[in-house]
């Protein structure tokens, strides 16, 4: 098979953002298990996508679920991960467990000779994994995506605050692509390209419906430029709805 047509393969079968998120989650509830016979449960907080919440799923005299704030940083690696960088999801996995491992006091358990020299290279290549696990008191309810989301209810200033925080957020990302601007409309966002003759639609995403987002042809035929406009705008579209 010739070179182009096996890179224009693995694009086709390459995970969506939020597959390669989901791939990570269940790799670090697998690491959990296997160093620290930790069984947790772990996904993105319902109230606040921000944050990835952990579940430890045993007895426990300390706080049943804790939450992890969720930066840029991580964002990148997940980016990563689904470019099928090699050996990267494990790694990542084993330094975020990690992390997490010594709240509950777990021990680590080298069940495999190789597991600290994983973990050190894990440690020096991802240094900037999300740190400074915040403790709250909170509940998880259950959701087809098979992730721990935790119900809150947020005050009016809260939402609009986060909203604003996830908006800006992504207009700030669209505003370091030459020429391209982030409209705001009713229940939908447009990603715009600015020219001399008009303004070009690259992108509509519901603000109303999470990962509803519809790429235009003109953003497709930037061969270059939309592999890394995409995830910035499916990533977007994850933290949906605004309200």
Known sequence: MKKKQLAKLKK????????????????????????????????IKLENKAEMAIEFLGETTRDQIISVPLDENFIVVVKRIQQSENGLLERFSQKLVEEFASYWHASFRPNNANSEVQTETAAKEVQDAPQNVVVKDETVTEQPVEEVVIEETPTATTTTAVEASVL?????????????????????????????????????????????????????RKYKLKLEVIPVIEDFASKMPLA
């Open 12 to 43: 086709q079968f390459r995970p969506s953002f939020d597959q390669a998120r989901h791939q990570l989650f269940r790799e670090m509830e697998k690491q959990a298990l296997a160093l620290y016979d930790l069984p947790v449960k772990v996904g």
């Open 168 to 220: 800006d957020a992504f207009k700030e990302a669209i505003a370091k692509f030459p020429k391209f601007d982030v409209v705001q409309e009713d229940n939908v966002v447009t990603v715009i390209e600015k020219t001399a003759k008009e303004d070009r639609l690259l992108a509509t995403i519901s603000t109303t419906e999470a990962n509803q987002v519809t790429i235009e042809p003109a953003l497709e």
